[in-house]
């Protein structure tokens, strides 16, 4: 991998304050600036402060779940862009499959929380990846195409912006696609985004769903693997660690 990996966690809606600030801390002290990779947690939204509190000073980046579109307003339940840099977020997850599923998010949505992200200096983690049935009906390049076409951003200039791949059959399941079926679909959205951004070889694209210790070494090294964005195997230190030091 010639870019910098970044292992991010996806805390998703798990910990509660004790335990997300506990890992944090644990995270903290383990990883050093000088680190082959550069990690991130993504803590629940009310988590946020005290797990930036745990990492302050040190070499792990903190990110969100999510973000509204809106830079404030009537949006009850929901937060915006400003409000995660100032509490010290350096990434927002955008688009992930459970929201496109929970919430009806569609591409148009995601691309405009991406554009809310980067307009105040958040990096946002824009997910895409195909359903079981549509992997079995042979889509996956072109609904992976399709939702990197509409999620992101288009005119990026620099690098200052995630994808993850995330295939939703992989997530939470124990089951990857092989290694030659990332390859694929990595180059695919590599040339996917060379059409946005001058800078496409520049863009960490982010593997994710069931990334855990036993597999991680083999998932990192596969050509356009720049990371990985990690779900279950994030919320255990010794884990996550491991996922990390894979690289
Ligand atoms: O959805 C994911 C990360 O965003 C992946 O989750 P798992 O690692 O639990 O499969």
Not at 13 to 36: I, P
Not at 38 to 57: K, R, S
Not at 112 to 122: C, T, Y
Not at 175 to 203: C, E, F, M, N, Y
Request: charged letters at 20%; proline letters at 5%; a negative charge.
């Amino acid at each position: 991998m010639a870019l910098r990996p970044l292992i991010a966690g996806n805390w998703k809606m798990n910990l509660d304050r004790e335990t997300a600030a506990g890992l944090a801390r644990e995270l903290a002290g383990a990883v050093a600036a000088a680190a082959a990779f550069e990690m991130a947690v993504c803590p629940p939204a009310p988590y946020l402060i005290p797990v930036a509190d745990a990492i302050a000073g040190s070499p792990v980046g903190l990110g969100a779940q999510d973000c509204h579109a809106a830079a404030n307003g009537a949006h009850t339940g929901d937060v915006a862009a400003p409000m995660l840099t100032d509490v010290g977020c350096t990434y927002v997850i955008v688009g992930h499959s459970e929201r496109r599923a929970d919430h009806g998010e569609t591409d148009a949505v995601v691309r405009a929380k991406a554009e809310a992200a980067r307009s105040v200096g958040l990096v946002p983690i824009v997910c895409v990846g195909e359903t079981e049935a549509q992997r079995d009906a042979g889509e996956t390049l072109d609904v992976v195409g399709r939702q990197v076409a509409g999620s992101i951003p288009d005119g990026l200039d620099g690098t200052t912006l995630v994808v993850a791949y995330e295939p939703v059959w992989a997530i939470g399941t124990g089951r990857t696609p092989t290694v030659d079926d990332v390859a694929a679909v990595h180059a695919h959205i590599r040339a996917a985004l060379a059409r946005k951004s001058a800078d496409a070889a520049g863009i960490r694209i982010l593997y994710g769903g069931s990334v855990k210790p036993s597999n991680a070494s083999e998932l990192l090294a596969v050509a356009n693997v720049d990371g990985a964005l990690v779900g279950g195997a994030s919320l255990k230190a010794a884990d996550f660690l491991a996922i990390a030091r894979a690289v």
